[in-house]
């Protein structure tokens, strides 16, 4: 028998993983989406799946990057999105009504296709899309250059209606053109954008910013919401709006609670509707579900014994079929108008990443994983995919949860991951991976959950690593994330500092050798460890937030830091300095790895070049990694194995006093 090693960095990568699955509306099939590596082109594909009569297989060609499957009324067509644009991203609607032919493109939208879904008629689709870039400030750019005027000139996204047999013929018409008419007819810009705009219906204009909607179940009505303009920080004005499809004509429903919505239903009689909204618009608080009554025009909250946000998927006969977080556990339910809940899914070690409901409500389809079990797709809780045989060649992390309390009393919950063979007898060296956010969560995934760090290598190293949920992580209830309100970096420390303090009392940790990471909201408590504390070895911060004045100014989500901090740097600059790294930066002694986007809005790469300068002057080890045209993300395999790699020759460095050398990612010879 062969002896099982631990998956390498670019193993690890090359899994592949599984997204959004789609349960047809009879429940007899199910497309669902992976994941693949191409090393060579350093490209994630995406390719749509079906699951059909007991078998798996592929809809298109494996080069072919496809995604958001959606099946039609008689479940005999499959509609989705296909990237036909690489260099700008665009994505256009593709149909498929038989394994043995190719699809067909449907849609020629300009700037591409965001979302869409299907007519209740079967005859077209509802699509969400950018309006096209106004000819006025084209022509400004030709004499010019780039110029932008900031919160204005927006290019906002509207809804639109496709007729399915306009679409195919175009299609048709184009391809029996020969090849060299073809490319040229492609080159005249300003002409094809006339006759995409010929083949789909604007329905919505002006200053909306159309985010979501839903089709009422007699195709006559349209649910949407919209914010005021494209900002994310406008996205907490964000209003409901009832479009007559037949008038065009666009109602503003007199509800009142702006803000940021999630899914937004229709009844299954179209006189109702149901949304999510945060009280306040306060974003830590639990999102309430709310149902709207269109002819009567009152609004009602069904009273729901879950202290947690809720998270509507359909509405059919039974009720609402919502799903939420229960610490690291997943759930699905029914609830009805009055707040009964029937459980459709509730169990331990349990995270389901995406479900979906036939049109009857009779069956049901979801992704889930466990500790002991990779992402697997589910059709009535029958297991119909087996992507766990992965495992079975592979040693892997032992995952199990533990809890332990921090220095106010707050309960804390965690991940302790550890290998195979763990002896408690040993003294390990510990790794802090701290999840972003902050309102996610660590769980007990068996592999495949983070891309970021390599938790299997580091466990084959030798370290055992600690991924804390701690205060503001989700599904602990309002209560626990709203603790972090004006108390950022300062009590997530204390929650981290604890952990690290429970396992060193076990006796299984050598605490002379402890590093901590994170990226995002993982990043900012990983440079707050960095400033205001000596309790680390080496830290990495990865996109993380050093100064929340300057990141305020920078940042494209800047009600977020407003939630937490409750006011403005202007206004209130102590809490400001309270919670900033930057405001510790001469007590800091720790080496630091910084690793950062430049194109990153959400989380400016100012952040990393103040959080570097200042270790500099202050004369702390410090090496600062710029990862060129990459925004909060990475989206990249050879960008994420550059990040692993420098993860891992960093910690074993300063924690293993192994070589340095291949920090920089060249082969020396």
């Not at 002694?589 to 910084?594: D, K, M, S």
Request: charged content about 25%; some cysteine; aromatic content about 12%.
């Amino acid at each position: 028998m062969l002896e099982k090693n631990y998956p390498s960095i670019e193993e690890f990568i090359a899994f592949p993983k599984i997204f959004n699955v789609c349960i047809s509306k009879d429940g007899q099939k199910v497309a669902y989406l992976q994941r693949s590596t191409n090393w060579d082109k350093n490209s994630f594909q995406f390719n749509i799946w079906i699951y059909e009569n007991g078998k798996n297989y592929p809809l298109n060609q494996p080069n072919t990057d496809s995604s958001s499957p959606s099946w039609s009324n008689d479940s005999q067509t499959l509609a989705y999105l296909v990237k036909t644009n690489e260099r700008y991203n665009r994505k256009q609607i593709f149909i498929k009504r038989n394994i043995d032919i190719a699809g067909i493109q449907v849609s020629h939208a300009p700037d591409g296709v965001r979302s869409f879904k299907w007519s209740k008629d079967g005859n077209g689709f509802f699509f969400l899309a950018r309006e096209p870039e106004p000819k006025n400030i084209k022509k400004r750019r030709e004499i010019y250059g780039d110029i932008e005027y900031v919160d204005s000139e927006y290019r906002y996204q509207h809804l639109f209606y496709l007729d399915l047999q306009k679409g195919i013929d175009k299609t048709t018409a184009c391809f029996n053109l020969p090849k060299d008419l073809r490319e040229k007819k492609d080159d005249s810009e300003e002409k094809n954008k006339e006759e995409a705009d010929e083949l789909a219906v604007q329905l919505t204009q002006g200053q909306l910013n159309v985010n979501s909607f839903d089709i009422s179940a007699k195709g006559d009505k349209i649910i949407f919401a919209a914010a005021p303009s494209p900002r994310v920080e406008d996205s907490q004005y964000t209003k409901l709006y009832l479009l007559d499809i037949e008038s065009q004509e666009v109602q503003k429903l007199d509800i009142p609670h702006p803000g940021r919505k999630g899914r937004i239903l229709f009844s299954p009689e179209g006189t109702k509707i149901c949304f999510t909204f945060e009280r306040d618009n306060i974003i830590y608080q639990n999102r309430l579900l709310a149902i709207f009554n269109l002819e009567t025009q009152t609004i009602s909250y069904p009273q729901i014994e879950i202290d947690e946000d809720i998270y509507p998927l359909q509405w059919i006969e039974n009720g609402i079929v919502i799903d939420w977080r229960d610490k690291t556990n997943s759930c699905i339910g029914i609830v009805k108008e009055n707040g009964e809940i029937d459980n459709l899914i509730k169990q331990e070690d349990c995270y389901i990443q995406s479900a979906s409901i036939s049109f009857d409500g009779q069956n049901i389809s979801y992704i889930k994983a466990s500790s002991k079990q990779y992402f697997e797709v589910y059709l009535n809780n029958n297991q119909i995919t087996n992507y766990s045989h992965l495992l079975e060649n592979y040693l892997y992390t032992r995952k199990k949860l533990i809890q332990w309390s921090s220095s106010d009393g707050t309960e804390i919950e965690g991940i302790l991951c550890t290998p195979p063979d763990f002896d408690p007898k040993i003294k390990y060296p510990l790794l802090v991976i701290v999840h972003g956010g902050p309102v996610s969560t660590s769980l007990a995934i068996s592999l495949g959950d983070n891309l970021i760090y390599p938790v299997e290598s580091f466990i084959e190293k030798g370290f055992i690593v600690l991924k804390p949920n701690y205060r503001g992580s989700a599904g602990y209830g309002e209560a626990f994330r709203s603790l972090n309100y004006r108390n950022w970096g300062v009590g997530d420390y204390d929650d981290v500092i604890s952990g690290v303090d429970f396992l060193i009392a076990q006796g299984y940790v050598d605490p002379e050798k402890v590093g901590i990471m994170g990226w995002s909201q993982g990043g900012y408590i990983s440079a707050f460890c960095s400033t205001y504390s000596n309790r680390f070895k080496a830290i990495s911060v990865g996109a993380g937030i050093s100064n929340w004045v300057t990141h305020y100014v920078g940042t494209d989500a800047g009600f977020v830091t407003r939630a937490y901090l409750g006011d403005t740097p202007w206004n209130d600059k102590d809490i400001y300095q309270k919670t900033s790294p930057m405001n510790y930066i001469n007590s800091a002694q720790t080496p630091t790895l910084i690793q950062h986007g430049d194109r990153d809005k959400r989380v400016p790469v100012s952040n990393a070049y103040e959080l570097y300068r200042g270790l500099q002057d202050v004369g702390v080890e410090t090496k600062l990694v710029i990862l060129k045209n990459i925004a909060h993300s990475p989206y990249k395999p050879g960008m994420y194995r550059a990040i692993m790699k420098q993860n891992l020759t960093w910690f074993c460095h300063h924690l293993l006093s192994e070589n340095f050398d291949n920090f920089d990612l060249l082969n020396k010879e």
